[in-house]
Structures are given as structure tokens and as C-alpha cells.
């Protein structure tokens, strides 16, 4: 696959269409798209008005998936389907593949401790879109805010998403482009379960009643707390009853003195002699206390590092009835070729 062989609008980084246009993942669903959705550029303008919006398990864990969503339906989204899938430890890494080059290790494992073995929700969303205002999917990923904590205000998902505000502790996952949105549709489902979001796109149609119902029952009560002074304070509370040695000690210690380097060497020492600290709560002290990033950057920015966009007020745009002229000369997009 070439990148000069897709239809327009799927990225406006020739980069990154290069890049990910012989990504497997990618490839396996624009496949499914070349035999099964008839004229792939037209299917390209309907995926324009969509955007996947994931909550993880930090985002579930949290009780606020209410918050989350009533969020974005006042913003003008709704959601034409939704599905589970699980975080192993290869969807996490290939999810944030053109990314975590930028990661350290202890970023990649506390992203283990916070999402590994654990569910996330997603939910495609549609939200009629105006040719000048490009993709609802990267609308949405503006509006999900920064990583960096103190940048997040009460326009942004991450903010209300929960309590804890740390940089790993993320909440929600937006694919930045249309590309993005297929690609991660390999990664994250087989192909029965990609041709069945295939089809709520072309349908459409408000499920926000059954979704909201879902919330309810598994996602409104707050499963964990990611605090890390009350994961410290438990912390140091089991170390004086269960009697840990002199090396847990001083490592809470360095860590209470704001060197905490070495919490990795601390949670395997724990595991080791039994002290009973909770996932969450090595999660939060991962989080809090793992380095962030090495001096690089990403093989693929976020969006907002290429992208400056406004976020419109929270009214539904109607969608135009002309669609944008294609590019001329439009190479076959289902061109497979190496």
C-alpha cells in the first residue's frame, strides 16, 4: 500500500501517511473498507464526521464516565455504538507505538500497573462536521486536553474525568485523524467487530439512551482511588505492621524526601516480603513517581503539537449536503501494491 494510492482526508501529515500506510494494523482495516464498504473515498468523508472516544480504566475506575459523556454530547457528539475491549500488554504498546519512543521504561510500566489486563470502552461518536472544520475525531482530541496536568482546564476531558491529575493518568484516548481511527480499529477489534462499526457509520442513529444505561449499571460508582498521598500513607501503614525490613524503609524515606527514583526497586521489594498494597495504589505511586520522557521526539506528534484548533461553541453544526471536490485525478484508492 502507497500512501499516494488513499483518498484524501484521512491525515494532513504526509509523514505519518507514509508511515502508517503499511502499518499492519492499518492495512487489516482498510481492507475491510475496500471489500466491504463500496467507494472507500466516500466512506473517508462519512468517517470525517466520527470520532472514537476510549475510556480507560483509569476513566472507568474513576465513577465519571457520566461526566465524560454528557461532556461531549453538549459539544454536539452522539454515539452510534460502543464496545469493550481489553488492554493486554501488546494493544498497549501498539497503540501508542509512534509515541512511546519518547517514553522511558518507567512511563511504559506505569502505563502496565494503570491499564494492563483491565477493560476500556469504546465508543464511536458522530458529530456533523463542516468541510473548513476538518475531522470530528480531531476536534475531539483537542478537546480531551493535554497530558500535562497543569495544562488541563474545565474545557477538557481529562480534566473532569477524575480526581488524580498526574501526566500517565490520562483517562480517555481520542484518535487524532481519520487514519488514526482505522488503524486503531485493527489494533483494538478483529475484523467481525470492525465491519460492525463499518455499518453503525453508515446507519448512524442515537444510541445514547442504552449507553447511558450501560454507565449506570457498571461505570457510576468510583472502583479505585489513584490518590498518591493516601496511596503513601497506606503504604507507609503497612510497612510498620507487617514489620518490613531496613531497605523498604529507606526507600519510602528517599521517596518522602522527594527522591523517588528507585519506586520500582520499592514495589518489587513490597511484592516480595507481602505487604499488601493494592494495584491502584502502586498505580498512583507509579504514576506520581516515573519519569516522563527522554530528549526525543515522538515519530508522530499529537495533533496539538502540528494543529492549532478552537474548540466551537457547543452547537450542532448542520451538515453540508455538497461534498468537497475529490482531488483530481484520484489514484484507486484500494491499490494494494508494495
Not at 496511596?231 to 523498604?248: K, N, P, Q, Y
Not at 527514583?261 to 516480603?273: G, S, V
Request: hydrophobic share 40%.
Amino acid at each position: 500500500m502507497r500512501s499516494e494510492n488513499l483518498p484524501t482526508g484521512l491525515s494532513r501529515l504526509q509523514h505519518k501517511l507514509d508511515l502508517i500506510s503499511v502499518d499492519p494494523y492499518f492495512r487489516d482495516t482498510w481492507d475491510d473498507v475496500c471489500e466491504s464498504r463500496g467507494e472507500p473515498a466516500q466512506f473517508i468523508q462519512r468517517l470525517n464526521h466520527h470520532a472514537p472516544l476510549v475510556l480507560r480504566p483509569d476513566a472507568l475506575g474513576a465513577g465519571r464516565a457520566h461526566d465524560v459523556l454528557e461532556f461531549v454530547y453538549s459539544h454536539g457528539f452522539r454515539p452510534v455504538a460502543w464496545s469493550y475491549f481489553i488492554f493486554t500488554r501488546h494493544v498497549i504498546r501498539e497503540t501508542w507505538r509512534y509515541q512511546l519512543n519518547i517514553a522511558t521504561t518507567d512511563r511504559i510500566e506505569a502505563m502496565d500497573l494503570l491499564l494492563r489486563g483491565e477493560q476500556a470502552m469504546y465508543i464511536l461518536l458522530e458529530r456533523p462536521m463542516q468541510t473548513h472544520e476538518g475531522a470530528a475525531t480531531t476536534l475531539l482530541s483537542r478537546m480531551k486536553g493535554p497530558s500535562d496536568p497543569a495544562l488541563r482546564t474545565e474545557q477538557h476531558l481529562r480534566f473532569r474525568a477524575g480526581a488524580a491529575q498526574e501526566s500517565v493518568i490520562t483517562y480517555v484516548h481520542v484518535a487524532d485523524e481519520p487514519i488514526d481511527i482505522l488503524r486503531e480499529m485493527g489494533v483494538f477489534f478483529d475484523r467481525s467487530e470492525r465491519r460492525q462499526l463499518f455499518e453503525s457509520i453508515e446507519i448512524g442513529g442515537d444510541i445514547g439512551e442504552q449507553l447511558r444505561a450501560e454507565v449506570a449499571a457498571h461505570w457510576s460508582v468510583e472502583r479505585f482511588g489513584l490518590d498518591f498521598d493516601r496511596a503513601m500513607r497506606r503504604l507507609t501503614t503497612f510497612a510498620d505492621t507487617a514489620r518490613a525490613d531496613d531497605v523498604v524503609h529507606t526507600l519510602i524515606a528517599r521517596i518522602n524526601t522527594g527522591n523517588g527514583a528507585q519506586w520500582r526497586q520499592l514495589l518489587d521489594r513490597i511484592e516480595q516480603i507481602g505487604v499488601p498494597l493494592s494495584r491502584w495504589d502502586r498505580a498512583a505511586l507509579a504514576a506520581r513517581l516515573s519519569a516522563r520522557h527522554v530528549d526525543a521526539a515522538p515519530v508522530v506528534p499529537d495533533i496539538t503539537d502540528h494543529q492549532k484548533l478552537e474548540i466551537p461553541c457547543p452547537t450542532v453544526q448542520q451538515q453540508s449536503t455538497s461534498s468537497p471536490s475529490p482531488r483530481e485525478s484520484l489514484p484507486k484508492p484500494c491499490d494494494n501494491s508494495d
